[in-house]
């Protein structure tokens, strides 16, 4: 064989190389988890509206993050939004989302009658898997999280008197609420599957969380 056919075999061979190196490094950017490396920390339970949030499920911690699209969670929406009734007295909620990672967290506590009662600790219904106007008329939190088992998404509620979301301040001239929460949640589609959550704790201003980056 010719210098200039083994110069030509080696680029070739070189160059289809690269080509899959190139895929192979693509498509693992697309499949893994984008937040690797991100390593969140739950943040201190405080009671000063400093929008922060953070719960503890199966080891790891999660904690409001900006969605970035195509992660399963609504990418028109913020990390962290507090949500109140059409009223504005029947319910507040607080929506929680995981959403720069590829196998996005959202999580809804949904309080009863917080305007009527302040602080408080509520206790926790058995959830109906539904927010806002079609949530259940209790105080209830039910949240999706990633199974790698199926490749989907897992749906837990609340248990009924098995938890319990504690206000610790409610603050409305200054529009803070700050509270945490705990309790054991079941599964959606396996009555034999919960999860306990022990320090759930949020913190929040509902005036300037809309505007606030979470990165």
């Not at 106007?133 to 490749?151: E, L």
Request: glycine letters at 8%; one cysteine or more.
């Amino acid at each position: 064989m010719t210098a200039n056919k083994l110069n030509f075999t080696y680029m070739k061979t070189k160059i289809l190389a690269t080509m899959l190196f190139i895929t192979i490094w693509g498509l693992e950017s697309c499949t893994k988890d984008t937040s690797s490396g991100y390593n969140a920390q739950l943040p201190p339970e405080t009671q000063v509206g400093a929008n922060t949030f953070g719960v503890t499920i199966n080891g790891k911690v999660y904690k409001p993050r900006d969605p970035t699209g195509g992660n399963g969670v609504n990418p028109s929406s913020k990390g962290m939004i507090f949500w109140a009734s059409p009223d504005s007295i029947t319910w507040d909620e607080l929506e929680v989302k995981d959403g720069a990672s590829a196998v996005g967290f959202n999580i809804y506590l949904h309080i009863q009658n917080l305007k009527a009662i302040g602080v408080n600790t509520y206790a926790l219904h058995q959830s109906n898997f539904h927010n806002q106007v079609d949530s259940t008329p209790f105080t209830h939190i039910y949240f999706k999280i990633w199974d790698s088992n199926i490749s989907n998404y897992a749906y837990y509620g609340s248990i009924e008197s098995l938890g319990e979301i504690n206000i610790t301040r409610y603050d409305l001239p200054n529009r803070i609420v700050s509270g945490n929460f705990k309790g054991k949640f079941v599964r959606y589609d396996n009555p034999n599957d919960f999860i306990t959550m022990t320090d759930g704790r949020f913190d929040l201003n509902w005036y300037t969380v809309q505007s606030t980056p979470f990165p």
